[in-house]
């Protein structure tokens, strides 16, 4: 055969392997793209202390509950939330809008001088950040155990509650409320199950948050878009 057959053929063969690899990123894609049923926005998860006068009472921004709050430690929000993160990272279907970007539009937003609620708020940053939902997180209690995994003179206490905001509506589509002072088993004989499932031991304020976080994402919702 001549040179020019073989030329022919060789042009030939690579455009139909450059067709093949482009059909087959764009099924991938679009099969990866198929998985996400929700893209989350997680703003900045906030404390709320008790008032002087309300002994330990505090209230729900979003949802007007009145919960029983206490001390906060020095950025335990960032503690909560970098364990929703990282749980909600492990749930399929769910892609989880950059945090830089998502708090530099929460922030530009909410600084604007706007008539509206704290929903109305949400709902525009969440159209911005092209997510499908919002979370929003508050922290009410983290104390820190004071001693060892062994023995402890003060138990780790965490109280933290988080939901999940629809863009479209701004309807509440998950509320995850978790609120625990860990007790040993002589004091609560009911909560064998989790003091075994924190290695039979006294946590510490993370580790409590971690098992609350796996009892509270029980309930998260299958989201579609």
């Given amino acids: 055969m001549s040179n020019n057959y073989w030329k022919k053929y060789r042009c030939l063969a690579g455009f139909v392997l450059c067709v093949f690899l482009a059909l087959s990123m764009t099924v991938q894609a679009a099969e990866e793209g198929a998985k996400i049923k929700n ?6 998860f906030q404390t709320i202390k008790p008032e002087a006068g309300t002994g330990n009472a505090v209230v729900c921004p979003i949802c007007g509950a009145g919960v029983s709050g206490g001390k906060i430690q020095e950025e335990s929000e960032k503690v909560v939330e970098e ?5 909600l990272n492990e749930l399929e279907g769910i892609e989880i809008i950059p945090s830089s970007k998502v708090q530099s539009v929460y922030k530009k937003i909410s600084s604007a001088k706007q008539k509206g609620t704290f929903v109305d ?3 525009k940053a969440g159209k911005e ?3 499908d939902s919002l979370a929003v997180g508050y922290v009410y209690r983290f104390v820190e155990r ?5 023995s402890s003179e003060h138990p780790a206490s965490v109280a933290f509650e988080i939901h999940l905001v629809k863009t479209a509506d701004g309807s509440l589509i998950w509320r995850g409320f978790f609120d625990k002072t860990q007790k040993s088993l002589l ?3 009911f909560e064998i199950s989790s003091f075994f499932r924190g290695g039979a031991k006294w946590v510490t304020a993370r580790e409590l948050t971690e098992l609350g976080m796996d009892d509270v994402l029980e309930t998260f919702p299958d989201l579609e878009n």
């Fill in 39 to 44: 893209r989350v926005a997680v703003i900045s």
């Fill in 146 to 150: 004071v001693g060892y995994g062994y």
């Fill in 187 to 189: 004091e609560n004989l």
């Fill in 83 to 87: 364990v929703f993160v990282n749980k």
């Fill in 121 to 123: 708020t949400l709902i």
């Fill in 129 to 131: 950040l092209g997510a």
